[in-house]
C-alpha cells in the first residue's frame, strides 16, 4: 500500500506561482512512477507531468517550459513547480503512485488561477 497527502494548492493570480508537494509514505520502495494529473468538473483527468525511478520526466505539452516536476527521496517526496500560471490551469490537481502494488491517487488539491 502506498499513502499519498498533496499540499501547496490555492488562489494565484495570472503569471503566479505555485508549488505542489506529494508526500508518500507506505511501500515507497514499491513505486515506479510518480506524477500529477489535473481534472476540471466534466473532463477527464489528464496527465500533467511524470517522473520515473530513473528520473526520466515526461509533461504535457500545455505544461512544457512553465511546470517542472521534481522529487526528494530523502523525504518521499515529489513536487510540481509551476510558473507563469494560466487561468486554463485551473483544476483540481491530483498525485498519482504507480507501484508493483498498484495504483495510487491522492485526494487532491485544487489550483485556481484568476485572470
Known amino acids: 500500500q502506498v499513502q499519498l497527502v498533496e499540499s501547496g494548492g490555492g488562489l494565484v493570480q495570472a503569471g503566479g506561482s505555485l508549488r505542489l508537494s506529494c508526500a508518500a509514505s507506505?511501500?515507497?520502495?514499491?513505486?515506479?512512477?510518480m506524477g500529477w494529473y489535473r481534472q476540471v468538473p466534466g473532463n477527464q483527468r489528464e496527465l500533467v507531468a511524470t517522473?520515473?525511478?530513473?528520473?526520466?520526466?515526461n509533461y504535457a505539452d500545455s505544461v512544457k517550459g512553465r511546470f517542472t516536476i521534481s522529487r526528494d527521496n530523502a523525504k518521499n517526496t515529489v513536487y510540481l513547480q509551476m510558473n507563469s500560471l494560466k487561468p486554463e490551469d485551473t483544476a483540481v490537481y491530483y498525485c498519482?503512485?504507480?507501484?508493483?502494488?498498484?495504483?495510487?491517487w491522492g485526494q487532491g488539491t485544487q489550483v485556481t488561477v484568476s485572470s
Open positions: 498519482n503512485a504507480n507501484s508493483i502494488l498498484g495504483n495510487y
Open positions: 507506505g511501500s515507497f520502495f514499491s513505486i515506479n512512477l
Open positions: 517522473m520515473s525511478i530513473g528520473g526520466s520526466t
